[in-house]
């Protein structure tokens, strides 16, 4: 982080997130795009993607990249980015953040939705929720998931992403 270098992107849209595994580089934008680099960032390859929403948020987990949008989209890839699939959320709201820890995936977005999935995208349980707020942001750390949201909300989760209580902001 001490020197950076402009790249060329191969989209002009917005780029809303960016995450690393398995040695690549991908990133999700606007009209559902998707870019990716398997040389640490110094060039980048459009990937096809399944949908045509935007794109806000992109984690990485068990091998597996999960990306997610408005209308309740979702979308997967298990070739490091290559190729994508739908997967069904079950509601139509936006997501705005996705994260991955002990095993689970969790996203977060509009009305204070959660949902979850144990099996690596795949499929998505609706979670409990105590806001109705936008929930902007999602992470996973000492066994312990935590999202963030409009008008200050935190909530955690300490079972997996099953139960949220309100914390304190």
Same mark, same amino acid.
Request: avoid cysteine.
């Given at each position: 982080g *001490? *020197?950076?270098d402009?790249?060329?992107s191969p989209i002009t849209t917005a780029i809303k997130g960016v995450t690393f595994g398995n040695n690549t580089f991908v990133?999700?934008?606007t009209s559902g795009k998707i870019v990716r680099s398997t040389d640490y960032g110094s060039s980048w390859d459009n990937a096809t993607s399944?949908?045509?929403t935007y794109l806000n948020g992109i984690t990485f987990?068990?091998?597996?990249f999960v990306g997610v949008g408005d209308n309740g989209s979702i979308i997967r890839s298990?070739?490091?980015g290559s190729s994508w699939d739908n997967a069904t959320s079950g509601i139509s709201q936006q997501f705005q953040g996705i994260t991955f820890g002990n095993n689970t995936f969790v996203a977060v977005g509009q009305s204070g939705k959660i949902v979850r999935s144990t099996d690596n995208g795949s499929s998505?349980?609706?979670?409990t929720s105590n806001t109705s707020n936008l929930l902007y942001g999602v992470t996973f750390g000492n066994k312990t998931f935590v999202a963030?949201?409009?008008s200050g909300n935190i909530v955690k989760s300490m079972d997996n992403g099953t139960n949220w209580d309100n914390a304190t902001s």
């Open positions: *001490s *020197s950076f402009n790249v060329t990133t999700v934008g399944p949908i045509e987990g068990n091998n597996t298990t070739d490091n998505w349980d609706n979670a963030v949201g409009y």
